[in-house]
């Protein structure tokens, strides 16, 4: 099993920075791709950005390539991602997630997504 727990999110004006930060345990052979996948009100699930555990390569989406940073921290355990130069349109729970293949972590479903946080609200006002 691997649990993730969230953290770091809050209100923000547009144009803002906010860092979100998931606590990732249990065993490793399930995480290998850790990520951050969005859901808005009314909306589907959208993925946003994935890291490979193994050398720390990434996978954005489109819509926040340039705007969003994802890293990890080894020695903590930690995954972050880094949101710059917020928009309204970025306002959903975020929910960290992992799972065994990259970047498909971050497609949300059970196959590739088996693990999953609890969410942290990130809003972005006008």
């Known amino acids: 099993q691997v649990q993730l727990v969230e953290s770091g999110g809050g209100s923000v004006q547009a144009g803002g920075s906010l860092r979100l930060s998931c606590a990732v345990s249990g065993a490793t052979n399930g995480r290998n791709c850790v990520g951050w996948i969005r859901q808005a009100p009314g909306k589907g699930r959208e993925g946003v950005a994935a890291i490979y555990a193994g050398d720390g390569t990434t996978h954005y989406v489109d819509s926040v390539l340039g705007r969003f940073t994802i890293s990890q921290d080894n020695g903590k355990n930690t995954v972050y991602l880094e949101m710059n130069s917020l928009k309204p349109e970025d306002t959903a729970m975020y929910y960290c997630?992992?799972?065994?293949?990259?970047?498909?972590?971050?497609?949300?479903?059970?196959?590739?997504?088996?693990?999953w946080g609890q969410g942290t609200q990130v809003t972005v006002s006008s």
């Open positions: 997630a992992a799972g065994p293949a990259f970047p498909l972590c971050i497609l949300g479903t059970s196959r590739n997504t088996p693990y």
